[in-house]
């Protein structure tokens, strides 16, 4: 299945008006689609190791106050309109709630359907997969897990705001996505959980807008990286995601395999659960995955350059 094209432009030229226009080389009347802008795997690789500078961002903490306000100055900057949304999760001291908060940057017209696209820019408290048992206790980095699809977004922002989309776009950006415990699922995307849940609730920022599609960014940035169809997508959005798989395989993007992947919990989920087509985009064999050893050397320039051409690709050719 491929994605719609949408509605052709209509103009009305008499013919003396197209001879005209043929012979003094005068643009259409009917403007064609903004050209696609360049996605910098460098920029993205850049925008990692500044996030990763700000230390662990685990929610409530200062690199985590200090990510969200990197993403709303960036989206500010653009010209975009921001909303942030804030919420408190039982993360603290023996279960202490703790302030979490979700930023949704959006772009493009106003109605019609709208495209989404999301990252969680929180860490994990603990690295319980690292290989030496005493480290186990200290906080992820987060430059692939976390840093990688907030990359991949904080430059879109940044490409937004010179060349808008012909179509709506909201970016996502999720909170609190990975401090569960393993075997606990409710611990995990109480972000995007709660954003979902609240979708047609008043005062909600995505209250009122139709969804064509939703497209997860999560850990993305591996040298070598392969993308397969995680299976929940697979299961609950088949068309969706053929479509965005079908889009990388014209673009020529060989990170991305249409092979069936295995089920991953993650931020899509909830959306999924709330009738919204949603996509996850995760390379979940990391070795360095939930370990100390989660940072920017192991990511690639190469890798990101590719995701970042497909999120471009979506958001200027609906």
């Not at 976390?146 to 705001?161: I, K, Q, W």
């Not at 169809?229 to 990170?255: C, I, K, M, N």
Request: proline share 9%.
């Amino acid at each position: 299945m491929s994605s719609d094209p949408g509605p052709r432009p209509r103009c009305g030229l008499s013919l003396l008006a197209t001879a005209l226009l043929a012979l003094f080389g005068v643009a259409a009347a009917c403007a064609a689609p903004p050209a696609s802008p360049a996605f910098s795997g460098d920029r993205a690789l850049a925008l990692i190791r500044s996030q990763c500078e700000l230390g662990p961002r685990t929610p409530g903490s200062e690199g985590n106050r200090k990510v969200r306000e990197m993403v709303v100055a960036t989206a500010r900057r653009a010209g975009l309109r921001v909303v942030e949304q804030k919420f408190t999760v039982p993360l603290g001291p023996k279960g202490a709630p703790v302030e979490a908060c979700n930023v949704i940057v959006s772009a493009g017209p106003d109605g019609g359907r709208r495209l989404w696209l999301a990252a969680h820019f929180d860490t994990r408290p603990w690295a319980d997969q690292d290989p030496v048992v005493a480290r186990r206790r200290e906080p992820v980095l987060g430059a692939n897990d976390g840093g990688s699809g907030t990359a991949v977004l904080l430059h879109l922002v940044e490409l937004l705001a010179a060349a808008p989309p012909p179509q709506g776009i909201d970016l996502l950006f999720l909170d609190a996505e990975d401090s569960g415990q393993p075997h606990d699922a409710m611990g995990f995307c109480r972000g995007s959980r709660h954003l979902a849940e609240g979708l047609g609730a008043f005062g909600s920022p995505l209250d009122g807008t139709a969804c064509r599609g939703l497209v997860l960014l999560d850990m993305v940035g591996k040298a070598g990286a392969r993308i397969p169809q995680e299976g929940y997508s697979l299961a609950l959005a088949p068309e969706w995601t053929a479509a965005v798989f079908e889009r990388a395989a014209a673009l020529g993007l060989d990170v991305f395999e249409p092979v069936h992947g295995r089920q991953v919990y993650d931020d899509h989920v909830p959306f999924l659960q709330a009738g919204i087509p949603a996509v996850d985009l995760i390379d979940f064999d990391d070795p360095h995955w939930h370990t100390t050893a989660d940072r920017p050397e192991h990511c690639s320039a190469a890798t990101l350059a590719q995701v970042g051409r497909l999120v471009v690709d979506l958001a200027y050719r609906p």
